[in-house]
């Protein structure tokens, strides 16, 4: 699943990611980046803690406003901020788990996965919010380009903490 | 007596992983191959895009092999997780 899932943000991260009218591959985007963490922080099917159960049920609902908003049937644009409040939950649920975890070994792995995420989550959002204040003003293309350049840099780094937890 | 009879006709445990197949696994490579293909597609026509920057277009190329480099990786190592 998570090698499918990268491949699906290989295509939903090809585009401009300030775009804010490409509903699809933002839906994609978001959720997939959800569903990555979630199989990171839930690989043995356990919902400890317990509160992470209301963080599933928030992300499908998040998800079905996502959908709804991308077939024109939701006037909002509500689902960027309510997928980026689910990405941190999820965080903050992988977190709560290697907290939690005793083998060392399987400490050591979500460690670099942990890490690979909060560094590479902290660049999209920061990206994320330089192309917001941007499109309310006009921004010069060594500005575009940085933001870019943060956003990809997010994603490889994510990338990167998934494969250095598994060849360790 | 028993022990040594299971020792003859049971097979010998093993450490290393059983061998994957069945329709599951076939679907799981259709798939794989279908959002490789796309990701290919989805790369090169951000490639195509004549009104974007070279330096962008350059650091969604590197992104996109980054990804496609570790998702081999990731199918790979997915038996071996799931049995931890």
Same mark, same amino acid.
């Given at each position: 699943?998570?090698?499918? &899932?990268? $491949?699906?943000?290989?295509? &939903? &991260? +090809?585009?401009?990611?300030?775009?804010?009218?490409?509903?699809? @591959?933002? $839906?994609?985007?978001? &959720?997939?980046?959800?569903?990555?963490?979630?199989?990171?922080?839930?690989?043995?099917?356990?919902?400890? @803690?317990?509160?992470?159960?209301?963080?599933?049920?928030?992300?499908?609902?998040?998800?079905?406003?996502?959908?709804?908003?991308?077939?024109?049937?939701? +006037?909002?644009?509500? !689902?960027? @901020?309510?997928?980026?409040?689910?990405?941190?939950?999820?965080? +903050?649920?992988?977190?709560?788990?290697?907290?939690?975890?005793? +083998?060392?070994?399987?400490?050591?792995?979500?460690?670099?996965?942990?890490?690979?995420?909060?560094?590479?989550?902290?660049?999209?959002?920061?990206?994320?919010?330089?192309?917001?204040?941007?499109?309310?003003?006009?921004?010069?293309?060594?500005?575009?380009?940085?933001?870019?350049?943060?956003?990809?840099?997010?994603?490889?780094?994510?990338? $990167?903490? !998934? $494969?250095?937890?598994?060849?360790? | 007596?028993?022990?040594?009879?299971?020792?003859?006709?049971?097979?010998?445990?093993?450490?290393?992983?059983?061998? /994957?197949?069945?329709? /599951?696994?076939?679907?799981?490579?259709?798939?794989?191959?279908?959002?490789?293909? /796309?990701?290919?597609?989805?790369?090169?026509?951000?490639? /195509?895009?004549?009104?974007?920057?070279?330096?962008?277009?350059?650091?969604?190329?590197?992104?996109?092999?980054?990804?496609?480099?570790?998702?081999? #990786?990731? #199918?790979?190592?997915?038996?071996?997780?799931?049995?931890?």
């Amino acid at each position: 699943m998570m090698g499918l &899932s990268f $491949l699906l943000w290989t295509a &939903s &991260s +090809s585009v401009n990611f300030a775009d804010a009218s490409l509903a699809w @591959p933002l $839906l994609l985007d978001d &959720s997939g980046f959800t569903v990555r963490i979630c199989i990171t922080a839930f690989s043995d099917g356990r919902w400890t @803690p317990r509160w992470t159960r209301a963080v599933a049920i928030a992300i499908l609902l998040v998800f079905l406003v996502g959908i709804l908003e991308a077939l024109g049937l939701f +006037s909002t644009r509500s !689902f960027l @901020p309510l997928a980026i409040g689910c990405v941190l939950l999820t965080l +903050s649920a992988l977190l709560a788990r290697y907290k939690s975890l005793t +083998s060392l070994m399987a400490k050591q792995q979500l460690k670099w996965v942990a890490l690979g995420l909060v560094v590479g989550i902290s660049l999209i959002l920061s990206a994320r919010a330089g192309a917001a204040v941007a499109a309310r003003s006009t921004m010069p293309m060594t500005g575009t380009i940085l933001l870019e350049c943060l956003f990809q840099l997010g994603i490889v780094i994510i990338a $990167l903490g !998934f $494969l250095t937890s598994l060849l360790r | 007596m028993t022990g040594m009879m299971a020792a003859l006709f049971l097979p010998a445990a093993s450490d290393s992983l059983p061998s /994957l197949g069945g329709r /599951l696994f076939v679907a799981y490579r259709i798939a794989w191959w279908a959002l490789f293909a /796309l990701a290919v597609v989805a790369a090169g026509t951000a490639l /195509l895009e004549p009104s974007t920057h070279p330096l962008i277009l350059g650091l969604r190329l590197t992104k996109s092999i980054v990804l496609m480099a570790v998702s081999p #990786s990731c #199918s790979a190592a997915e038996p071996i997780l799931s049995r931890r």
